[in-house]
């Protein structure tokens, strides 16, 4: 009896957007950039346009334009949001849970955890 090795499994890509173009923004996505397996974009006009695999949508919860598209976002389902605030250090899932976050590591972990 031979055994075959078995298929590797496809290492599974997470796509997060990054609403925003604040310096928090910028810095997570310079963060993001090392992390593997992560597929990251950015909108920064406001048009979110084709979330069609979108795992993550993250933002900045002082961003201006956020007020208006936030409604929109929170209909979506199987999307996690992501609230950052960089004046509370403070990173929000939206399902009303606060997570405390003084690090880009801290806002790393809680963004896996979301997924």
């Known amino acids: 009896m031979s055994l075959e090795p078995s298929p590797a499994h ?28 992560w597929d990251v974009s950015q909108v920064q006009d406001g048009c979110v ?4 695999g979108v795992d ?5 919860v002082r961003d201006n ?9 929170r209909g979506l389902p199987g999307i996690a949001l992501v609230g950052l605030d960089a004046l509370t250090d403070t990173v929000t899932v939206l399902t009303g849970h606060s997570h405390p976050a ?3 590591q801290d806002v790393l972990d809680v963004l896996k955890n979301a997924l």
Do not use: E
Request: hydrophobic share 45%; aromatic share 4%.
């Open 102 to 104: 003084h690090s880009m």
């Open 10 to 37: 496809p290492k599974s890509i997470h796509k997060i957007l990054l609403y925003g173009n604040s310096i928090l923004i910028a810095g997570l996505i310079s963060k993001l950039a090392q992390v593997q397996d």
């Open 56 to 60: 993550v949508i993250a933002f900045d």
């Open 65 to 73: 334009n956020i007020a208006d598209t936030l409604p929109r976002l």
């Open 49 to 52: 346009g084709d979330l069609s």
